[in-house]
């Protein structure tokens, strides 16, 4: 446990240094403030179109931040050849994508607390009320990231970043369109179709179960049961996923 906190607290440490960071930190926020400005264009509707461009800015940084750092975590260390001085030491490979992911992860939360707090102080001025949906919506947020850093982390194992970026993003965008592909599956008439759909199903984790953005913007609740499914949902894909990141990585030749 010691060696998998030591590397994702140089991984934090590293991945705060990169100008990247910083650009995704101010598109962000770019977001969040363009908000106010929309949100003129609907007397009515200010306070909620400003809200929902908060949440929006808020989940494209996060998923940016971990397709595109996370994309290059592994390749750095192995085009530096970093990685063999890393693995002569006692640490394991396990241990070193652990510490790696939860390195990643460390920096989503950072970044997250932040672009939260500068959301609830827009909602604020907005006067619409922080409900406890507020705070499961960003919990959808981080879930949907760890869930990208794990699949970035997966292709980053055996393919360059640039490829890496193209396939996590695919997923990201399949991901969020799983639903629609069902129903469109059973409205169809083609057996292949049918077929392709039930396979994408099933090996693609459906990313619009930890969407409860809308939520706290029209000030509904969120049933505790649907929470702890989805909670389940995502900590199972992040546990198989990186289980066969291991397994890949574990027979990669370096030299």
């Not at 607290?9 to 969040?32: K, P, Q």
């Not at 001025?125 to 879930?143: C, D, M, N, Q």
């Not at 969407?211 to 909670?231: K, M, T």
Request: net charge positive; hydrophobic share 60%.
């Amino acid at each position: 446990m010691r060696s998998i906190w030591i590397i994702a607290a140089n991984t934090f440490r590293e991945v705060i240094r990169d100008r990247i960071l910083y650009g995704i930190l101010v598109f962000a926020l770019f977001l969040i403030g363009i908000s106010l400005a929309l949100g003129n264009l609907s007397f009515a509707e200010q306070a909620r179109i400003s809200a929902n461009f908060g949440f929006t800015g808020i989940q494209l940084g996060v998923s940016i931040l971990a397709v595109f750092v996370g994309s290059s975590l592994v390749a750095k260390e192995i085009d530096k050849q970093t990685i063999l001085t890393l693995l002569a030491r006692p640490i394991t490979r396990a241990q070193f994508l652990l510490g790696k992911f939860l390195g990643l992860f460390m920096v989503i939360a950072t970044v997250m607390v932040g672009l939260a707090a500068v959301l609830m102080c827009v909602v604020v001025f907005l006067e619409l009320k922080i409900v406890p949906s507020f705070f499961i919506a960003l919990l959808g947020v981080l879930i949907e990231g760890l869930m990208l850093i794990a699949l970035a982390l997966f292709f980053g194992t055996f393919s360059r970043p640039i490829m890496t970026v193209l396939f996590t993003s695919s997923l990201f965008i399949i991901g969020h369109w799983v639903k629609s592909l069902d129903y469109f599956t059973e409205k169809s008439e083609s057996p292949a179709f049918k077929a392709m759909g039930k396979v994408i199903s099933h090996v693609v984790p459906d990313l619009e179960r930890f969407n409860w953005r809308s939520a706290p913007i029209y000030g509904s609740s969120i049933p505790a049961q649907e929470v702890l499914s989805a909670l389940v949902y995502g900590a199972g894909w992040m546990i198989l996923i990186l289980s066969v990141t291991v397994l890949i990585f574990r027979r990669r030749d370096f030299v």
